[in-house]
């Protein structure tokens, strides 16, 4: 069982933050599918033509709009979007010509790209909690941008166990850390599984 402590910031960004979690077990049932989202019914009858021009620009919006779009819009709050949009940034500078990657790209990774499924999410009082969740693969999507979602809302991951090691994380800034390798808890905690 793969996990990652961290410490609540913020109660009210952390009940967003479960509403993507929710969206992001409920898209990793078997047989899931995505509901085909409809247009607002529009009473075309009781409109000026004003009305009629911005309701049509509205519908085209909507038609062509990507439906992980909207999705993103409905699960991302502007201050979460704002955080991953600057990582976003700093991550395409790096990869320089290769760095076209968009907002879109973390949903499509939280929807289908990190390939877990999460068994527990639990928290206490004291503004501490896990996740703990299991691959379907290796290397699964790897969990560093997942750990910068839980930032964005944040939730600052302090430790986790990737499969192979455990690790405390020392945030040097809103999207780096050191992590260091705890070889005496990886081995308790492999060994809890062994028996």
Not at 109 to 136: A, P
């Amino acid at each position: 069982m793969l996990y990652i402590k961290f410490n609540r910031l913020s109660s009210a960004k952390f009940e967003d933050f479960i509403l993507l979690y929710k969206h992001m077990e409920m898209v990793r049932q078997p047989g899931f599918s995505f509901e085909e989202e409809e247009p607002e019914p529009i009473e075309w009858e009781k409109l000026t033509q004003a009305e009629v021009d911005e309701a049509v620009d509205k519908l085209c919006e909507f038609v062509f709009e990507d439906p992980a779009a909207r999705r993103y819009q409905r699960l991302i709050p502007e201050y979460a979007n704002g955080i991953l949009l600057e990582y976003l940034k700093i991550d395409n500078e790096r990869l320089e010509e290769l760095g076209i990657e968009k907002k879109l790209s973390i949903f499509n990774y939280l929807e289908f790209g990190l390939e877990v499924d999460f068994t527990n999410l639990e928290y206490n009082e004291e503004q501490k909690g896990i996740i703990e969740f299991s691959t379907l693969n290796y290397p699964f999507g790897g969990i560093d941008r997942f750990l910068i979602v839980l930032k964005a809302f944040d939730i600052l991951p302090t430790e986790c166990f990737d499969g192979f090691n455990v690790f405390r994380f020392d945030w040097t800034n809103n999207f780096e850390y050191n992590a260091h390798e705890l070889p005496e808890k990886t081995a308790a905690y492999i060994k809890r599984y062994e028996t």
